[in-house]
Structures are given as C-alpha cells and as structure tokens.
C-alpha cells in the first residue's frame, strides 16, 4: 500500500487569504477607503473565525470524498484481508493506522488538517503531489467564496473554481492507478 500523508495548516491558509484579500481590497478606489479596510481585513481577529469555520466545512467535505481511502487495506491482524485467496474475517473496517484516529502534531510541522491516505502499490506516482494541491486549492477556494459574500462582492466564480478543484480531486482519486491486465474480457454496453 502507498501511504500519502496529507497535511493542510491554517497558517498557510491564511496566509493566502491575506493575499487575496488585499489584491481585492487594492481594487477599491481612494474615495471608499472604509471599504477598503474591511474587505482587505479578511485575516483580522474576529473575520478569522469565519473564514476558518468555512475550511473547517470544506475540510469535512473533503474528507468525504477520500473517506474509502482512509483505511489501510489491512485487517485487525496485519495481514491483507484477502491474503490467502480467502477472507480471514478478522477485518474490522478501521484500519490499523493510528493517526486518523487520534490527532498527532508535529513539533515541526503544525497541521491543523491531517489525515493519512492509502493507495494501492501501482498508484501514479503525481497523486502525491496532485492530491494536496487540489486540497489546499479547494479549501482556499472556499474561503474566498465565503469572504466574498460576507462583503456583498459575486462568489461565483470562487464557488466554481472550488467545484472545479473538488472534481478534479474526485477524478485523481478514481484514476488513481497505473494500467494493468484485467482478468476476463470488459464489455462495455454492447
């Protein structure tokens, strides 16, 4: 099984929404300065809060699209559950690793979103790198959309371009693996 640790920290999307906030906010002219204000304070305390509620509800819905791949594949014994050609039975559905259970931070690297992924042996090798790319790109997404329309702006097309990334992700997660012989013949509708 290939291990894929996903990690996403709230510094580091707030730090993008920093920077998107104040782009936007260097849009408004001089004469409404007010507005300017407020709609380049997405980061400040208070407004924090919403945008990290808004990552919290895109997190959990990220979680569902990679729920199936939570689980490590292996039964409550350690070995494969379909090891011998037969089911042993002693699955469980959990998995056996620890860290999606419980939540571990690393002095290094503070995560406020992690999980731990597995794929089969025969996964692409640029999951790795697409899988938090579109992650982080959904989320990120998400908030701005939020912030827009917590400052009466249009959140269309943020809320597409979170639908675009969330897709995409379902896509990489479906195709995940490299081609291989299939037994038997596929015939497909006809």
Known sequence: MRKIELKVSHADLM???AK???TIGENIGDDNSKARHFVQGATDPGHDALLKSAADTAWAEVLQVMSAYTVDGQCGCGCDDDCCGYKCGCGD???TDDSNEVEVYDTEWCADYEVVLWFPDNTYASLVVNIPRLVRRYITCKMRAEWEILTKQDSSISEMQAEQA???LKV?????TTVGRTKG???YGY
């Open 93 to 95: 559905g959990r998995g």
């Open 15 to 17: 730090s993008e929404a």
């Open 185 to 187: 013949r596929w015939y």
């Open 20 to 22: 998107w906030s104040y």
């Open 166 to 168: 969330i897709r995409r």
């Open 172 to 176: 990489e997660i479906n195709t995940r």
